[in-house]
């Protein structure tokens, strides 16, 4: 991405890597606790979304950045 963005690209979509966080956590947390109550994996979703989001700014240079 770095490499992009250093080429002039302005945006990134990367909707797609946040929709699999949120159903890969949602599965490995059924996988782990054995529970299948659909309300329970939200802290780990949002556990997952979190850190890819903190990863992606890291990412794209936007650390310690207001918005």
């Known amino acids: 991405f770095r490499k992009a963005i250093s080429l002039g690209c302005a945006k990134v979509n990367i909707s797609t890597a946040i929709k699999y966080a949120v159903i890969d956590a949602f599965v490995d947390y059924h ?14 979703q949002y556990e997952a979304v979190a850190g890819l989001v903190e990863r992606n700014i890291k990412l794209f240079g936007g650390e310690g950045r207001a918005a």
């Open 31 to 44: 996988a782990a606790e054995g529970q299948y109550e659909p309300l329970k994996p939200i802290a780990a």
